[in-house]
T-cell receptor, first 114, second 110 residues
Framework: DSGVTQTPKHLITATGQRVTLRCSPR?????VYWYQQSLDQGLQFLIQ???????AKGNILERFSAQQFPDLHSELNLSSLELGDSALYFC?????????????FGPGTRLTVL | TQLLEQSPQFLSIQEGENLTVYCNSS?????LQWYRQEPGEGPVLLVT?????EVKKLKRLTFQFGDARKDSSLHITAAQPGDTGLYLC??????????FGDGTTLTVKP
């Protein structure tokens, strides 16, 4: 158990819908990262937040957005969903300005878009 | 854009064999991590290497960071079925970005 929690574990929805994925980092971690993992694309970095502010951005679509709240939990919002958005979504956290950026991953949310 | 290339993409071996997987980039990283992921679960951190030429051992796993901090290797001695999984390397730059390789899927047959 990494100490990072993600909900829900599974999510099934239809094209055009909007969903919200939730992540709680390890106690004491200020950084949260979101990743998308598809069968044919590996682990793709989406976005990083540090203490409530966006710190780094990867290949995140405009239909996707995220935020980190004062209690440090984070939410990833996916809108106008398409079939290709079906994937595992992982959240990871790391120690405050961790020198080596060692990330601890949650169990993931499996999103299926029908 | 920093790219990390892992090879081989797939590896299937018999229990007891040795293997090496590679992680290469044209970019310099301030640190590099190796993770292991099982199907349907999140990646689990195995090791972090930070110094060029550094070698770290974790039981039967040996990790090496290249002298120029652009590449790394993972060597497993006497592989066991429990070593089966997806092995991912990730490079971290001073700019705060992490880049993950596409991974090596290892299958160890009993």
């Amino acid at each position: 158990d990494s100490g990072v929690t993600q909900t829900p574990k599974h999510l099934i929805t239809a094209t055009g819908q909007r969903v919200t994925l939730r992540c709680s980092p390890r106690s004491g971690d200020l950084s949260v990262y979101w990743y998308q993992q598809s069968l044919d694309q590996g682990l793709q970095f989406l976005i990083q937040y540090y203490n409530g502010e966006e710190r780094a951005k990867g290949n995140i679509l405009e239909r996707f957005s995220a935020q980190q709240f004062p209690d440090l939990h984070s939410e990833l919002n996916l809108s106008s969903l398409e079939l290709g958005d079906s994937a595992l979504y992982f959240c990871a956290s790391s120690t405050p300005l961790g020198e080596y950026n060692e990330q601890f991953f949650g169990p993931g949310t499996r999103l299926t878009v029908l | 854009t920093q790219l990390l290339e892992q090879s081989p993409q797939f590896l299937s071996i018999q229990e007891g064999e040795n293997l090496t997987v590679y992680c290469n980039s044209s970019s310099v990283f301030s640190s590099l991590q190796w993770y292991r992921q099982e199907p349907g679960e999140g990646p689990v951190l195995l090791v972090t290497v930070v110094t060029g030429g550094e070698v770290k051992k974790l039981k039967r796993l040996t990790f090496q960071f290249g002298d120029a901090r652009k590449d790394s290797s993972l060597h497993i001695t006497a592989a066991q079925p429990g070593d089966t999984g997806l092995y991912l390397c990730a490079g971290f730059t001073n700019a705060g970005k992490s880049t993950f390789g596409d991974g090596t899927t290892l299958t160890v047959k009993p």
